[in-house]
């Protein structure tokens, strides 16, 4: 009739309608289950302190690029630095450094900027002040009377544009 050896045989297991995983197979899988929720739930923290550091650099690189557009577009040179604090809620603190190089007729303008935090006396001492610093320096020519005088007049000589009346 049947020839055994063409028949597939069936594995114990399936035969067995209640037969399920083995406890082994169990443990062995919800190990493996755990240590990759482990490993993910590592690399998402990571990756949110990395996000919040890099807000922090932006906003401070804003913020000491806004004070020295601002010290260029107020020509505030007469003092060799000055100092503050911006923002409320996350507030910083700013310092802002002159220094005129006549030999080459240029200003060189250092602007740093540090979280405040709530502690607002003196943001500048401490371990965590200097890593979290934010330093730009921008380079401008050196501001001159006799130069503005000269431009005037030759606005007033050419008129606007440089086209002559």
Partial sequence: MWNRSIVPRRHPRASNPRAGYSLLEVILATAILAASALMLSSMIANGARAIEVARQR????????????????????????????????????YRVTMEPIPDVGMLRIIAEAVPAGTDQSNPWNGSTAQTRTIRLVRWTRLPSTESD???????TQFGPM???P
């Fill in 149 to 155: 005088s000269t431009q005037a007049r030759a606005a």
């Fill in 162 to 164: 440089g086209s002559q």
């Fill in 58 to 93: 932006t906003r401070g690189a804003a913020i000491v690029s806004s004070v020295i557009d601002e010290v260029i577009a107020l020509k505030q040179f007469d003092s060799t630095e000055l100092e503050g604090t911006v923002g409320v809620d996350d507030p910083w603190a």
